[in-house]
């Protein structure tokens, strides 16, 4: 039923991050980390003239990368993440990015979550990336039960979301997540899951 409503109600889910091409994508989930997609796109564009590839960005002095990117969050971490993204990418790879989630792991900066992001999103890969908001959307809908860490939760909505439709679903729970299961105050009357949902089932429904 969940995922029937998500194909009725939004049957165009995808990424708020702009991008033009899997280095740009790279950079704006690198940046992304605990920070919201709003401030990396006020971010990437100036970011974007000035290393405009993974070879510009490779050989970066990383003081100019920290002020490029020092409002986002963690800019000390990211900026070492994103030039050493880029110099693997080239040493490694021949700038190509590569479509497997293991492989993409061995690029730094690049985890799981992001890894899984860059495989659904720029190859269509049938997985599915949890990040905060798809890990508590999913629990309170109650598509997982009792996953204590991202990969369990990983795990079980594999197990429940069909192949070919993990990759709009990582984006239907996130954009759920963003605008009406919000962390501290879910806005459960906007929301057309009630009927369904475990956590307003057991907490709002008198």
Excluded at 43 to 58: E, H, K, Q, V, Y
Excluded at 66 to 76: A, D, G, H, K
Excluded at 122 to 128: L, R
Excluded at 153 to 177: C, D, M, T
Aim: charged fraction near 20%.
């Amino acid at each position: 039923m969940v995922l029937d409503y998500f194909m009725l109600h939004v049957p165009v889910a995808e990424t708020e991050l702009r991008y033009t091409d899997p280095y740009e994508l790279a950079v704006a989930v690198i940046l992304s980390a605990q920070c919201t997609d709003k401030r990396v796109n006020i971010i990437t564009p100036s970011f974007f003239r000035m290393f405009p590839d993974a070879t510009s960005l490779g050989s970066a002095d990383p003081v100019q990368v920290f002020e490029l990117i020092r409002s986002c969050s963690y800019p000390n971490n990211k900026t070492r993440s994103l030039i050493a993204m880029a110099k693997t990418l080239i040493d490694k790879y021949s700038g190509i990015f590569p479509g497997d989630v293991a492989e993409l792991q061995k690029i730094p900066g690049i985890g799981r979550k992001s890894a899984n992001v860059i495989a659904s999103v720029i190859f269509n890969q049938p997985v599915i990336a949890v990040d905060t908001h798809v890990f508590r959307v999913s629990a309170r809908i109650g598509l997982t039960n009792n996953a204590k860490n991202p990969l369990q939760a990983e795990k079980q909505l594999i197990k429940y979301i069909p192949e070919n439709l993990r990759s709009i679903a990582h984006h239907w729970l996130i954009l759920h997540g963003r605008y009406i299961c919000q962390a501290r105050k879910p806005r459960c009357e906007s929301c057309g899951l009630t009927s369904c949902c475990k956590y307003y089932l057991t907490n709002m429904a008198t």
